[in-house]
């Protein structure tokens, strides 16, 4: 098991050197330049400013240099905020995490639910009923299910009768996660409601559950203790890079609710031409999708011991 | 009897004009009950765009810049009112005869406050010196460092401290500012300037308390609520990056006494829609809003207030690469005439945008309120860019430009540059339809991103684009100078010696009747060679909440002036 994690570790840390250079040379070739603004700055000026941010040594120095701070820590000051990369990360991260938490939560729980309920009671009214949220969920994209609930719970709720339960934009309090939290989530929700149905299904058929039948166990502990620990490998299997993707943020939710999480420095910093804020934003999503995806192999282990690690 | 009646009711009229001048803004929904505003007990939550850097002398965005003008005192700042320069830290100002020095009285008893409110110290007049100094310190490469530059030696020391080469050694001490006393400031300056209390108003010229700045270092200052001081009406409590700001009222402050508001909250939105439903679910009480927006708050007999930032837009035409058939002065002509302005304003932003009359915008006359206003005066009354399309003009001007180039307008090869934006889409989608239907020229457009435009832009690499200009001080230079030879937003490629020789003698010119007639004559120049095809000055549509019943302004050069807003009852 140790072994197993030293090698991933090692390979993880390959992949971020490899993700970095790319991401570093690709910026760097994108037209224009971080100081390009609507006004025209002085040569002297621009001089100075591309000195501060080291941007006026060869490219190849600025790449050396930049992996040398990357390995002990530094991710660099912001170009457009002028404070550290890496500050601005880790405040928005958490925003974004706490955010993607409460959606994951959501989701999980009431997609192995949603899922379960739908193949256990097959061809019935739950099983559409399920497999409609779950439609839903897959086909209304979040900006448009965000600007609905905003509308119809935040502003008409609030118009019509005077209740004021859900904050239209901000955050701080607990009433400000709720519906961004929902609209976030559902998209997950539905994904792993219908994986978990699929799932469901094919062990409801295997053997060892018409053995567990024929042994004259109860519904109820078929269901619990057999089928769902073995109809949810598929969904461990989705969440490493879903846990990833929800953590970060969304560009889209957080526009739409006025959250200040991570979400949108992914497409403000390339539109800025932050080189360090580009590179951070990456860095840093890289560095947790392989944390994830290292997590959910480990949770294989745990769930099905019939996975060896050591292979 | 009936004539006396008349006199009184006129003089009671002038009055109460008078009286509604002294105010700055007055809501004109108040107490109509549409929208009561924020809930929070006297304070406001405006609408906020660009906040990412708020130390004052590395600050470049228009929003960041009226937010320290609310947490920030310079020497002297605008009024509300009328948009006059008043007086701010300094109580009194006086320069020689021949205007080279300029002395201030500074306020005595001024405080700075930390983000807790807490008295950290007084303000003197080396703070103003530091803080200049700072702006000029190459090591802090500030984009705006130009507006100390203006000071004796100033520029000089810039260059040598940057380094360029062959730059003389000049010291710090030599640049022409010095605190006399605690309460006394003198200023040298490196050439005349008629507009320099223009410039000392400008945020970035904002003082900068030395122990704590030094404390705190250059690169950490002002990069959150308590790593930076405040001198001004308010002080700033929390910062969200790209979020919310929290101010709060300085009760240090030496006009505190006259400032009703207890805090304000600047908000930013990055969706049009969810700040929409958040002003009208009362979570703002002040936002912009977009053209269909302003369509709807009519609709339902809610007013809407616009307001003139001095915002001028045109189109930039590349004159120095005569293989591009846009270097020809008369088809460019032709296209100012086929252009029809108004149709443009209707379709694309549907608000009261005007079609630019002259290039120069939001600028103060001589003799006239406005320096346009001057300029069409001195035109015969005429403007120079015309509203609407004049289709015959265009094809005379057309037919000239034809012949010059030796080609049928079928063949001529224009590509209109534009960088990405629905809006920005549409607008260069009207102007390649009026120049089909109006000229029978087939414009392209190609959709850039909005670096590699500037990129382009820059390198003269296109036929025409949109751009804009914003002024920075009120003195027609800040527009005019734009299109000297050398005048790095010049993105033209124009280059006129005539209209050169004018600037230069403009920057001499101490009449300041003489010298608005030399910037005439640069605004009538332009419309005949035309580098620039003007098109629209524009007008910013906001809605603002009952809360706010008047004393809020929103004028050229201070998008915000919240600092006096009186709030209903």
Known sequence: MARYIIKRLVYAILTLFVLITLVFFMMRMLPGDPFLGEKAISPTALANMNAKYGLDKPVFIQYLMYMGNCLTGDLGMSITYNRPVMEIVSESFLVSADLGTRALIFAVIAGILLGAIAAIKRGTVWDSLSMFIAMIGVSVPSFILGAVLQYFLGLQLRKAFGVNIFPIQGWGTFKHTLLPAFALGLGSLATVSRLMRTSMLDVLSSDYIKTARSKGLSQNQILWRHALRNAVMPVVTIMGPTVASVLTGTFVIESIFNIPGLGKYFVTSIKDLDYTMIGGTVVFYGALLIVCTLVVDLLYGLIDPRVKLED | ?569
């Open chain 2, 1 to 569: 009897m009936k004539n006396r009646l008349l006199a009184w009711l006129l003089c009671l009229a002038m009055l109460l004009t008078i009286g509604a001048v002294a105010v700055a803004e007055t809501n004109p929904n108040a107490g109509l009950g549409y929208y009561p505003g924020t809930a929070e007990k006297g304070a406001i939550s405006v609408e906020c765009s660009t906040m990412s850097v708020m130390n004052p002398i590395k600050m470049t965005y228009n929003t960041e810049l009226g937010i320290a003008r609310h947490t920030q005192d310079c020497l002297v700042k605008l009024s509300p009112v009328d948009n006059q320069i008043v007086p701010a830290a300094a109580e009194s100002w006086e320069s020689s005869e021949d205007g080279l020095t300029w002395t201030f009285h500074l306020r005595p008893g001024m405080k700075w406050v930390n983000s807790k409110g807490e008295v950290v110290g007084d303000v003197t007049a080396n703070d103003f010196v530091f803080g200049w100094r700072e702006l000029l310190n190459p090591a802090n490469a500030c984009e705006y460092y130009a507006f100390a530059a203006v000071f004796k030696n100033a520029q000089a020391y810039y260059d040598y401290a940057s380094g360029v080469p062959g730059a003389p050694e000049v010291k710090i001490e030599d640049v022409g500012f010095k605190a006399v006393d605690d309460l006394t400031l003198v200023c040298e300056l490196e050439n005349v300037l008629p507009y320099f209390l223009q410039y000392v108003k400008f945020e970035v010229m904002s003082p900068i308390y030395e122990p704590f700045y030094t404390e705190i270092g250059a690169d950490n200052y002002g990069t959150s609520p308590d790593t930076m001081l405040y001198c001004g009406p308010f002080y700033m409590t929390d910062w969200v990056l790209e979020n919310k700001i929290t101010t709060v009222k300085n009760p240090y402050w030496w006009d505190a006494a006259n400032v009703e508001l207890e805090a304000i909250n600047w908000i930013k939105y990055t969706d049009t829609n969810a700040k929409m439903n958040a002003f009208q679910g009362g979570e703002v009480d002040l936002i912009d809003v977009t053209g269909e927006q302003r369509q709807m708050f009519t609709g339902e007999g809610f007013k809407v207030s616009n307001y003139v930032g001095g915002y001028s837009f045109y189109f930039y035409c590349t004159q120095d690469d005569p293989a591009r058939d846009i270097s020809n002065k008369n088809l460019r002509k032709a296209i100012s005439y086929a252009l029809d302005r108004e149709q443009l304003i209707n379709t694309v932003f549907k608000n009261d945008s005007e079609p630019s009359p002259t290039f120069s915008l939001g600028i103060s006359g001589v003799n006239t309120e406005t320096f346009s206003e001057a300029v069409i005066a001195a035109n015969g009354g005429e403007r120079l860019y015309p509203a609407n399309a004049d289709v015959e003009k265009a094809q005379e001007y057309l037919a000239l430009a034809l012949e010059e180039l030796g080609k049928t307008a079928d063949q001529i090869d224009i590509t209109l540059m534009v960088s990405e934006g629905t809006q920005n889409e549409l607008y260069n989608q009207v102007v390649q339809e009026q120049l089909r239907k109006n000229l029978g020229i087939q414009a392209k457009i190609e959709v850039l991103t909005i670096t590699e435009a500037r990129a382009r832009r820059n390198a003269h690499n296109y036929d025409m684009f949109a751009g804009g200009w914003g002024p920075d001080y009120n003195d027609p230079m800040t527009d005019l100078d734009l299109w000297t030879t050398t005048n790095g937003n010049n993105h033209t490629g124009y280059s006129s010696k005539k209209y050169d020789a004018l600037i230069a003698l403009a920057m001499v010119e101490t009449d300041m009747v003489e010298r608005e007639q030399i910037f005439v004559k640069c605004e009538k120049l332009l419309a005949e060679d035309m580098p620039i095809v003007p098109i629209y000055w524009r007008h910013e549509d906001y809605v603002v909440s009952e809360k706010m019943a008047e004393g809020y302004a929103r004028l050229p050069f201070q998008s915000y002036n919240l600092i006096y807003t009186k709030l209903a009852d």
